[in-house]
């Protein structure tokens, strides 16, 4: 059972950067490819960015490429989502998941552990 925790959600104006982190405890971390998805209010959950069990491999989505960065450090048990030139439309809820899928996973379905969410509010 892994449990996942995140943080480092917040105000930010346009164009501002957020560094969020999710933190696993209960299972080894790096048996694990982990994702990034958000849910705006009265939208579906969609993947935001993904990353294999050693960093060997990400995905990001064609929303986000070029100014969200997902990283993780085994060691630390932590996977982070740097985010920047934040856009109004990147406001939503952001949820970190845990996936035993050995290899990118961008389906909800494929993640079987998550977090409670941390929520990002851009304003412009």
């Known amino acids: 059972q892994v449990q996942l925790v995140e943080s480092g959600g917040g105000l930010v104006q346009t164009g501002g950067s957020l560094r969020l982190s999710c933190v696993a405890s209960g299972a080894i971390f790096s048996a694990y490819t982990m994702g990034w998805f958000r849910q705006a209010p009265g939208k579906e959950r969609d993947v935001v960015a993904a990353i294999t069990r050693f960093g060997g491999s990400t995905y990001y989505s064609d929303s986000v490429k070029g100014r969200f960065t997902i990283s993780r450090d085994n060691a630390k048990n932590t996977v982070y989502l740097q985010m920047n030139s934040l856009k109004p439309e990147d406001t939503a809820i952001y949820y970190c998941?845990?996936?035993?899928?050995?290899?990118?996973?961008?389906?909800?379905?494929?993640?079987?552990?998550w977090g409670q969410g941390t929520q990002v509010a851009v304003s412009s």
């Open positions: 998941a845990a996936s035993r899928i050995l290899r990118i996973a961008t389906r909800q379905t494929d993640y079987a552990y």
